[in-house]
């Protein structure tokens, strides 16, 4: 991977769903909804000063959202995940796209 740029799509691992859960209520507040469902389906990523996921997550049957959570590097604060953009009405079709 080129640092700074994105990582080609890939399924998303129970590691990236940890991750997509944890910052879950921070896309909740933003958002003002609530899901009842968020499930990684793929992701992107790019190495920065950490690390930018960008995560596609279908939130219902055709609903997706695409959001970036930033991961600092180890050592600095990595339990402190920040939903650092997201998109809503998104489709699965949508391709991951750094935003």
Do not use: C, W
């Not at 997509?20 to 009842?36: D, R």
């Amino acid at each position: 991977m080129i640092p700074g740029g994105l990582s080609e799509a890939k399924p998303a691992t129970p590691e990236i769903q940890e991750i997509a859960n944890k910052v879950k209520p921070q896309l909740e507040e933003k958002t003002n909804k609530s899901y009842q469902e968020f499930t990684a389906e793929e992701y992107k990523s790019q190495v920065v000063a950490g690390v930018n996921y960008y995560i596609k997550i279908r939130v219902d049957d055709h609903s997706y959202v695409h959001i970036k959570v930033f991961e600092p590097l180890p050592g600095q604060n990595e339990d402190a995940l920040e939903l650092s953009g997201y998109q809503t009405g998104k489709s699965k079709e949508d391709e991951l796209t750094a935003f």
